[in-house]
């Protein structure tokens, strides 16, 4: 006859391991399907995305799938900056794996206007386009393309200049991209000219 007993620390849950996530970026707006990889995944277990060290900006994803010990899905949820931020699955009882800095938010660049508008297709003269999530290094293209691009930003505003080269006569949209991948596009936001063209004076647009 035997009487209840308990063996101490006689059970032990696996550690939760992140080791991948495919894809590895996506869109500031969320939405972007992801496959987690690792080990110790279990069903109560659940995705965030931000910094393990500060819950303020860490989000619980828009939605998650426990498919097996070593693979989850899960849909991103929008996010207020771009960069890189922590992957954290974690169970009902507090356990965590992160994998760390390993999503990638891209910033999409926000076109709001540009000036000139108009110019001649000679090119050889600067553009500046004005918006919002201009990161270094962006490029700027305008029909054939645009070179020395800069980018400036200030407390409240941020432009891309870029010198327009030769392009032939038509209706271009605007275009800056992010080293990232993040594209913003300002459609039919440049017209060019052919002929003899000069500037208004005061105006920023080129006349024929």
Not at 56 to 80: E, F, H, N, R
Not at 107 to 129: A, D, I, N, R
Not at 172 to 185: A, E
Request: aromatic share 12%; charged share 15%; glycine share 14%.
């Amino acid at each position: 006859d035997c009487g209840p007993g308990t063996l101490q620390l006689g059970f032990t849950y696996d550690a939760i391991i992140v080791q991948s996530i495919s894809p590895s970026t996506g869109l500031k707006t969320g939405g972007t399907f992801v496959t987690i990889v690792g080990r110790g995944f279990r069903p109560d277990c659940t995705v965030r995305i931000g910094d393990e060290n500060d819950e303020s900006v860490t989000v619980d994803c828009l939605w998650w799938q426990y498919v097996s010990y070593s693979t989850m899905y899960a849909i991103t949820p929008p996010y207020p900056k771009g960069g890189d931020f922590d992957v954290i699955v974690r169970d009902s009882y507090g356990v965590e794996g992160i994998l760390d800095k390993g999503f990638h938010y891209r910033s999409e660049p926000v076109l709001t206007s540009v000036t000139p508008t108009t110019g001649p297709m000679k090119g050889g003269f600067m553009v500046t386009v004005w918006g919002d999530d201009f990161l270094p290094g962006a490029t700027m293209y305008i029909g054939s393309g645009c070179k020395w691009v800069s980018l400036v930003c200030g407390a409240f505003f941020c432009v891309v200049k870029g010198m327009l080269e030769p392009t032939p006569p038509g209706v271009y949209d605007v275009i800056v991209s992010n080293l990232d991948g993040g594209t913003g596009t300002l459609v039919d936001g440049f017209t060019v000219y052919t002929g003899y063209c000069y500037e208004s004076v005061g105006s920023g647009n080129w006349d024929v």
